[in-house]
């Protein structure tokens, strides 16, 4: 029996080194055009803050049309002046792709890419003061995550990932682009023909997407019923009710959803939104784990209603910070926590709101009925609270016989 575990073992091993060597990195797009395309199964290609520009990108679309067998690709293409035109071709290079089934598109910067950067600039120029390498990079990240992508370019862009039928894995990155309402639902039409995606990862942070792109987004990714692992960055799109409404009855569609993590954060979502979309997340019964960001809108007091249906969620961080919440909001989230009787960790951000004594009293009350609670963080910073309420809140928490860890920040 030892010797026949040794020999599968052995087997898993072999096969994970050969899937680690088909991995090919490029740094450089002309060594990435001048390799043999058609072999490629697995690519990382990094690019960001390279210039390679619009014609660049066009020829790195038409460079990616030709790796027939590719599978797997993380592609990084942050800061590099990338034009409609040029998202539209490599939209079309994407398309062919068919056999994609992990796909990491980042038109941002990642903070790895940006520390690599400043590495180069201090090794390359050794002539160059470490504070005038600091100001480049600080330059170059004024508008981090920018390329020049619109609604034209999206929509080349969102019809070529469309064809990609066989994604189990997707992340896109396009964080502060202009992709617009018609961009978001560009998008949402072209994924909802990836019906077999699982693991979907959308940063699309300050894109002015607005009510009816988050309505059209919605509307195509319904179709994408397998999904279990989701994440999505809608902040500042001016997002308002209406918006929140129709992603909150998207998520009906999403039974099988176990990880959701979801940030709103500066939108105008008040408390008919903020209600709605969590009436939404109370029908995927499968949570486990929730980060929902609605810090700085103004959900009020019972826009949390709705998440106590989520009875299997044991990992849940909820940042509600300036939104108007008084002590009336903060005994609708008492009741709701009470409700999610299997929550083992909980993050609870509440600060800038018009929270008094009665309020924190009942919030303590409330936190110590959650009997299965390990792991809890409470933020209450810039309240109405005096400090001696601040301790009996503090103390009544610590009664818990099974928190393990509490931190609870000062006002």
Known sequence: MTDYLSQILTIFLKRNKQMIQQINYFK?????LNSSLQSHQALHITLSLNQIGAEGASVLGL???KCIDLSNLQLYLGQNQISDQSSLDLGSGLEKCTNFSNLKLYFSIRLYELLGAF???????????????KMLIYKGDTQIGKNQIGAEGALGLFSGLGKCTNLSNLTLDLHQNQIGAEGASALGFGLGNCTNLQNLKLYLGSNQIGDEGIQGLGSGLAKCTNLSNLTFNFSENQIGDKGALGLGFVFNKWTNLSILTLYLHQNQIGTEGASGLCSGLGKCTNLSDLTLDLNNNQTG?????GLEKCTNLQNLTLLLGNNQIDDEGTSVIGFVLVKCTNIQNLTLHLHYNQINDEGSSNLGCSLLKCTNMLNLTLNLYQNEINKKQQLKVKNKILKSQRLVAFKFNQW
């Open 301 to 305: 007091a019972l826009g949390s209603f």
């Open 63 to 65: 460079g990616l049309g």
């Open 119 to 133: 590495k180069d600039i201090c090794g390359k120029k050794k002539s160059r003061s470490i504070q005038e390498s």
């Open 28 to 32: 450089d797009l002309e060594k990435f």
